[in-house]
């Protein structure tokens, strides 16, 4: 898991050097900050979004997703979560469980994720993640000098998702084929579009309750695609 523990650890140092601009940042500026990474999230999110092939994949998955999302109000399970890391490491943010939800989301959607998991689970050299702790390293500094500490403990639920899909890779890599990984990478392209609508304060978007809809999709994904050429 060397390319995992590398990615958690440039989340930290990043997080940790945005917190050193956070406590000398005014205000006005903290603002326009997080108004350019919630432009560049949406942006992000429909460029994802855009590598579907199959649109109905992508809308069945995410409204099956979604409504167990509610069922379950995971939104409301990773918040009481965020809270007791909080209580734990006695912070004061008052933004403490935005930052940790959000920048989890960021930095667990992408493709690269599920593909550099998997490389690296398989035995090969982890290119993917080293590229995406570069990223993410840069990612964390933006995110911490807006939203505080909270972003610098994203590393742990990072660290156990990341580092699941490595240890489960020999199974996942059987059935993430291409077209199943363009499907769930654009899933997660409109989940992140959410995530910018909420960090611009355009709409506030369960965007954690949709989170399922990641599950979903690699089934129906390997499923749907066969059924709509043999009817239609």
């Not at 999230?41 to 069945?60: D, P, Q, R, S, Y």
């Not at 992140?192 to 954690?208: A, H, P, S």
Request: charged share 15%.
């Amino acid at each position: 898991m060397t390319g995992t523990l590398i990615n958690v650890g440039t989340v930290i140092v990043g997080s940790g050097l945005g917190l050193l601009v956070h406590s000398r940042l005014p205000e006005r500026y903290s603002k326009v900050m997080f108004q350019v990474f919630g432009l560049f999230t949406i942006f992000l999110g429909v460029k994802m979004a855009l590598e579907t092939n199959h649109i109905m994949v992508m809308i069945f998955s995410l409204l099956l997703g979604t409504l167990a999302g509610e069922g379950m109000n995971l939104e409301k399970g990773m918040n009481r979560f965020a809270d007791y890391i909080k209580r734990k490491a006695r912070s004061k943010n008052e933004r403490f469980s935005e930052g940790f939800v959000t920048a989890f989301l960021v930095f667990c959607m992408g493709s690269m994720t599920i593909l550099g998991a998997v490389e690296e689970g398989l035995g090969d050299r982890p290119n993917l993640l080293l590229t995406k702790s570069l990223m993410d390293g840069f990612s964390s500094m933006a995110l911490a000098s807006v939203l505080g500490v909270g972003v610098l403990f994203s590393a742990l639920p990072l660290l156990l998702y990341q580092g699941g899909i490595t240890l489960f890779a020999s199974y996942l890599s059987e059935i993430l084929s291409p077209d199943v990984v363009a499907e769930l990478s654009a899933v997660g392209g409109i989940l992140l579009i959410g995530l910018g609508f909420v960090l611009l304060d355009v709409k506030k978007v369960r965007v954690m309750n949709m989170l399922p809809s990641l599950v979903i999709v690699v089934f129906l994904a390997i499923w749907l695609p066969p059924l709509i050429e043999k009817w239609f």
